[in-house]
């Protein structure tokens, strides 16, 4: 019996032995990280996140920390799927790095060649820019970003029409300026190029060469997923608050590829092999290179008195290039609603770290990709959660003490020139959208496609926005809405400052929205007005519609906007109001911006 229980207890000794050799041994370099990384996750209080570092065509550390379901506890892995916003650009950029090579694209062309319907806000910007422009940020055109943040569409071809509107705030290759619409702009030019959809191109030029099979490309791809991350912000430095995803729309191609850090584990190593993935060339060597290089200054990138060894801040193809330490770093982040990411490599020394974190607008990819660094280089360590920890909480006390001092430019004891209900409307501006102005409960808001916000009287005909909430937060204004009058008197426009590279607000023109009036009532216009000596006609066109005709001028179309009130269509500041005796009409009033003139019925 004894004998036997001894052969037991051996086997199971054995069996021990040959669980432990399986089991990869930690890195050295990376011994005791997954407490400094922990410490990270508590010092930033963010939900989870995932790392996965590269060493030529290893994976030789994959971890999760936290959550990516913050409320049931479910814990974050190397395979739970985060979006990884403008991280997607490099992927986009490559596809012309493709299309270069089949000789179907020249990046010294202008990109109007390849896609006629683009059109830029001036001539100097169409005759100039070429393709390179679009790739490395240097058009001279500012963000724009509200244009497709607050108005999103699924039509590629109604973002591309807006960017003839949208206004330059520099000369072309004058300045470094980061663009989403440019990159928009790439994926269409493909799109023209190769007959096939952004998503149907990086589907098959990347994902399937690259075993990225649980990548996908929208917010439906990321629901219908297994082990996904669910995107949070972090409320006044202290409460984790859930966040609804974004569905970037017809912009994914700036942003939309959902993924996890093994998975870009597989993209990046195809960048540190020169555009190789497992022996095979999926990106040209020449594209690679050309992507990495400088081909547009950022900033001075000048280094700092406690950091002489990190410094340069350029761009190339979808990538910021930077100096750390002495090694040259490719690199790329990537921010959207309740997420952040980094994906890095330094090419020189065949090491790439992706970092992924549900929390919006994080320092944790930052500060976890500085850590792995030092230690997988071999550098002097720098204790970046607590120097980068303590950056932030002095910025936050600078704005504080800001706050403070700041004095207000509202003048008190003014009140808005018209009715609450006389600013409704709907709001429209070609290069971003139309959004819809309306009074509820006695409060004036501004209606979005994916957002509502209230506005609260500043002074004169200028309101501020707050987000709106069951319990708003006052402290929290969004921008100012400047309301404009025309002639008439009556508000025309809305300017708002959205677009802060820019001198000059955007202006939304307003127009007064159509009120639905019963035929009956509608008849009760039709008629013959005597005019100063000529006869003005108003009659019913489809049993719905009251039309105006006057000798010598078109037709014009009228729009009820109130009781007895109408507006002409395409006329800013020209109305119609009829004035009644009992419920009889007596005479048509033209309200005009040259003055008020009355017309008796006939």
């Not at 990270?40 to 060493?55: M, S, Y």
């Not at 739970?80 to 299309?99: E, N, Q, R, W, Y």
């Not at 770093?329 to 994906?343: K, L, P, T, W």
Request: include cysteine; proline fraction near 4%.
């Amino acid at each position: 019996m004894k004998k036997l229980i001894f052969i037991l207890f051996a086997a199971l000794v054995s069996v021990s032995v040959l669980a432990q050799k399986k089991k990869p041994a930690i890195d050295t370099r990376l011994v005791n990280v997954d407490a400094e990384l922990q410490k990270v996750l508590e010092t930033w209080k963010a939900p989870g996140f995932a790392v996965a570092v590269i060493e030529k065509d290893k994976i030789v550390y994959a971890k999760g920390f936290g959550y990516s379901d913050y409320e049931n506890k479910v814990a974050v892995t190397p395979n739970t799927l985060f979006a990884i916003g403008s991280c997607s650009k490099a992927f986009t950029s490559a596809l012309l790095g493709l299309l270069n090579k089949e000789g179907k694209i020249d990046f010294n062309q202008s990109p109007i060649k390849y896609l006629p319907e683009l059109k830029f806000f001036n001539d100097d910007m169409n005759n100039n820019i070429i393709v390179k422009d679009l790739m490395s940020h240097r058009t001279g055109l500012p963000r724009h970003d509200y244009s497709w943040y607050l108005f999103p569409t699924e039509s590629r071809d109604s973002l591309i029409e807006r960017i003839v509107y949208q206004e330059p705030f520099a000369g072309v290759r004058e300045k470094w300026y980061y663009n989403n619409f440019m990159f928009l702009a790439q994926a269409s030019i493909a799109e023209k190029i190769t007959g096939k959809s952004w998503e149907e191109n990086i589907s098959e030029k990347f994902f399937k060469p690259m075993g990225m099979t649980r990548c996908n490309l929208s917010i439906e791809g990321m629901k219908r997923g297994g082990d996904v991350a669910f995107g949070y912000k972090l409320e006044k430095e202290t409460t984790i608050s859930k966040m609804d995803y974004y569905n970037i729309a017809a912009m994914s191609p700036a942003g939309s590829i959902n993924s996890s850090v093994n998975e870009m584990a597989n993209w990046v190593k195809t960048w540190i092999y020169g555009g190789k993935f497992n022996g095979q060339e999926l990106l040209p060597a020449a594209y690679v290179s050309e992507a990495i290089s400088s081909q547009m200054v950022v900033s001075p990138g000048l280094p700092e008195k406690e950091h002489a060894d990190v410094h340069l801040s350029n761009y190339g193809y979808g990538w910021f290039l930077a100096s750390y330490k002495g090694h040259y770093r490719v690199e790329h982040g990537g921010n959207i609603d309740g997420f952040s990411a980094s994906a890095s490599f330094f090419p020189s020394d065949s090491l790439g770290i992706i970092v992924l974190v549900n929390q919006n607008g994080s320092a944790v990819p930052s500060v976890v990709r500085n850590i792995v660094s030092d230690r997988m280089l071999g550098l002097a360590v720098t204790d970046w959660n607590k120097e980068l920890k303590a950056r932030r909480e002095k910025a936050i006390k600078q704005q504080e003490e800001d706050q403070k001092v700041k004095s207000s430019s509202k003048v008190k004891g003014t009140k808005p020139s018209h009715i609450l209900q006389e600013f409704s409307g709907r709001y429209s501006h070609p290069g971003y959208g139309t959004f819809d102005l309306v009074v509820e409960r006695d409060s004036l808001f501004a209606k979005f496609k994916l957002s509502k916000l209230w506005l609260r009287h500043y002074h004169y005909d200028v309101f501020e926005s707050f987000e709106a909430k069951t319990k708003v937060d006052t402290t929290a204004s969004q921008t100012l809405f400047n309301f404009l009058t025309n002639e008439s008197g009556e508000i025309s426009k809305v300017a708002i400052k959205i677009e802060p590279a820019l001198l000059n607000a955007i202006e939304f023109k307003r127009t007064p929205v159509k009120i639905n009036v019963d035929k009956d009532v509608l008849s009760q216009y039709v008629g013959e007005y005597e005019l100063g000596g000529m006869i003005a006609k108003f009659y019913l066109k489809g049993g719905e519609t009251l039309f105006l005709t006057v000798p010598g001028q078109p037709e014009y179309e009228l729009i009820a906007t109130s009781e007895d009130r109408f507006s002409i269509k395409n006329l800013d500041g020209f109305k119609i109001e009829f004035v009644k005796s009992g419920q009889v009409i007596q005479e048509a009033i033209f309200q005009q911006p040259n003055g008020n003139f009355k017309a008796k019925k006939k």
